[in-house]
């Protein structure tokens, strides 16, 4: 470690974030809504298990389990989740041998659980079916072949999404309407990039190729709407070497997310400020001149905590929409989306934000359903209330679980477009 790495990395221990959040990569602090949560998903991994094991047994010996064997078989899977559950926390961000069982255990947790609601639909539709129709000699060939198809689809889905998935990176361009704006606002081009959470799960190599497809698109301004660092001080320099390669020919704008309080503020301060150009919002606003016109970019802290708030007030915005001209065109970079009730209306006609990762894992043809609804019912895209607009961007890194499926990393280009006051 070099003496300037090393020097972040002590200033975040401290500052007290390493002993607050456990550097040994605890986590987070389990709340009561999280512990429910939680509870919920083992009870449903657990379940999905036992009917694949049922399916199993069909194939192996033509017949399923019995309701004992299956009430056995919940206990059991249930007792060994919630003991695997704590050690693949503390090591998802590990290094060796722990990394891969951490791991292995998170992706079969979710296919199984993925895997199990569609054999449990099997069941019912072909147990159901064979009941109506008397057709009992073949309902348990129907199940193994269904069933077998259902297997192989869900945990092909969880394989594929840790691997192409997981490499899959889009450019989505879209207009976004600003109150105010005017031509020269009209013609920038802004590039957004977010929740990078640089650290295991991304290294220099794979950031360095982030920051080069976003430097291809000529942006005008480049803002990142935080969670660029995931727990580890240890990261930051090697993260601000190649965020600091960002190009944006106004400026790059950046503002703090939840992780980054869980990295250690100090460290993530000191870094972007030593290391590079980028200019950080904290409860602050900049006035920008483009062309003849003017753009107020505007950036709040994320505090780090209440992070599952669907709806959050901020006293920082209250005081910013006093401060800010009423016929300066505004442009809102918040974290979380949390937030953007309490901006439409104090006046932050756009707001831009992340935090969510569009879920990660979606279904096809609606992707609103995905686990980020657990946290926040802007999940991702383009959202409107009154005369506010929200964009949500599915990001560029991961948080826990390294897969996506139907949600592939993002870069989003935008282009503002006027809107009458």
């Known amino acids: 470690m070099s003496s300037r790495r090393h020097s972040i990395a002590l200033r975040c221990l401290s500052s007290g974030g390493g002993k607050r959040w456990g550097l040994g ?9 999280m512990l429910r949560m939680l509870g919920l998903t083992i009870g449903l991994v657990s379940l999905g298990e036992v009917l694949i094991l049922h399916w199993a047994a069909l194939v192996l010996r033509g017949s399923g389990l019995s309701l004992g064997q299956a009430l056995l078989g919940a206990v059991g899977f249930g007792a060994l989740n919630v003991l695997a559950f704590p050690y693949s926390r503390r090591r998802i961000h590990a290094r060796g041998l722990a990394l891969v069982l951490s791991r292995t255990w998170i992706l079969g947790s979710i296919a ?3 895997t199990g609601v569609l054999l449990a639909a099997v069941f019912v539709v072909v147990g159901g079916a064979g009941a109506l129709l008397g057709g009992e000699s073949g309902v348990d060939a129907a199940l193994v072949w269904l069933g077998g198809a259902v297997v192989a689809l869900g945990f092909g889905s969880v ?6 998935g997981n490499y899959r990176v889009r450019v989505d361009s879209v207009s976004l309407p600003l109150r105010g704006a005017s031509a020269s606002l009209e013609a920038l081009r802004i590039v957004q990039a977010t929740d990078f959470h640089i650290g295991p ?22 803002v990142l709407t935080g969670d660029l660092f995931d727990f580890d001080p240890a990261y930051v320099e090697e993260g601000c070497r190649e965020l600091g390669k960002l190009q944006g020919r106004l400026g790059v704008y950046a503002v703090l997310g939840n992780h980054d309080v869980y990295t250690g503020v100090d460290a993530v301060v000191e870094g972007l400020r030593s290391l590079t150009s980028i200019r950080l919002l904290r409860d602050e606003w900049e006035r920008i001149d483009v062309d003849g016109a003017a753009l107020a970019i505007v950036g709040i802290d994320d505090t780090g905590q209440g992070w599952t708030e669907r709806e959050a007030e901020s006293s920082a915005l209250e005081r910013l929409a006093r401060e800010i001209p009423d016929d300066l065109p505004r442009l809102l970079l918040a974290h979380r989306p949390s937030y953007f009730t309490h901006a439409s209306q104090l006046g932050f006609p756009l707001v831009l934000s992340g935090h969510t990762h569009g879920g990660q894992v979606a279904l096809p043809f609606a992707h609103h359903l995905n686990p980020s609804r657990m946290i926040s019912d802007r999940t991702r895209g383009i959202f409107r209330n009154g005369a506010g607009t929200l964009y949500v961007s599915r990001g560029l890194g991961m948080a826990g679980l390294p897969l996506r499926i139907n949600c592939p990393r993002e870069i989003t280009l935008i282009q503002l477009v006027a809107e009458p006051s």
Do not use: C, H
């Open 201 to 222: 799960l991304l290294r220099a190599e794979r950031l360095r190729g982030f920051v080069k497809r976003i430097n291809q698109l000529e942006p005008d301004l480049v």
């Open 25 to 33: 990569y605890p986590g987070l602090p389990m709340t009561a809504r």
């Open 112 to 114: 199984a659980l993925f």
């Open 159 to 164: 394989a594929w999404g840790a691997s192409v």
